[in-house]
């Protein structure tokens, strides 16, 4: 089942995918049918388009989600493995995994038993 997680490049809340999900999707797969759609026929990335392609992983993501996404490139980064944990300050989540501060309210990031530990009983 998707969550809904706040994305940096949308600026909105959006349903993020699991990685089964992802696989379902398949917005990999769009890309190398653009990739080798381009280079059979030479045309740009806006005649590609124009062509529907990526439509198969527009349907999925409209199928797992609810959600009815029109861009098949804004798919590649609703994925949750991309993001980290929800800041323990704003509450969105950190931009990747590896991140130290989050890029909403500058906070730094605290993990899960630093918090622990740092809660009174």
């Given at each position: 089942?998707?969550?809904?997680?706040?994305?940096?490049?949308?600026?909105?809340?959006?349903?993020?995918?699991?990685?089964?999900?992802?696989?379902?999707?398949?917005?990999?797969?769009?890309?190398?049918?653009?990739?080798?759609?381009?280079?059979?026929?030479?045309?740009?990335?806006?005649?590609?388009?124009?062509?529907?392609?990526?439509?198969?992983?527009?349907?999925?993501?409209?199928?797992?989600?609810?959600?009815?996404?029109?861009?098949?490139?804004?798919?590649?980064?609703?994925?949750?493995?991309?993001?980290?944990?929800?800041?323990?300050?704003?509450?969105?989540?950190?931009?990747?995994?590896?991140?130290?501060?989050?890029?909403?309210c500058n906070a730094?990031?605290?993990?899960?038993?630093?918090?622990?530990?740092?809660?009174?009983?």
């Amino acid at each position: 089942m998707p969550r809904t997680l706040y994305c940096w490049r949308c600026q909105t809340d959006m349903p993020m995918l699991t990685e089964e999900e992802w696989q379902v999707a398949h917005p990999m797969g769009y890309i190398a049918q653009m990739t080798q759609y381009r280079e059979e026929t030479g045309c740009s990335l806006a005649e590609a388009r124009e062509r529907g392609l990526g439509y198969l992983t527009v349907a999925a993501y409209e199928r797992i989600t609810g959600y009815r996404e029109t861009n098949p490139n804004a798919i590649l980064h609703h994925r949750l493995s991309l993001y980290g944990p929800p800041c323990h300050e704003c509450g969105k989540p950190l931009r990747t995994p590896a991140a130290r501060y989050c890029a909403s309210c500058n906070a730094p990031r605290v993990d899960a038993a630093t918090l622990d530990a740092s809660t009174p009983e």
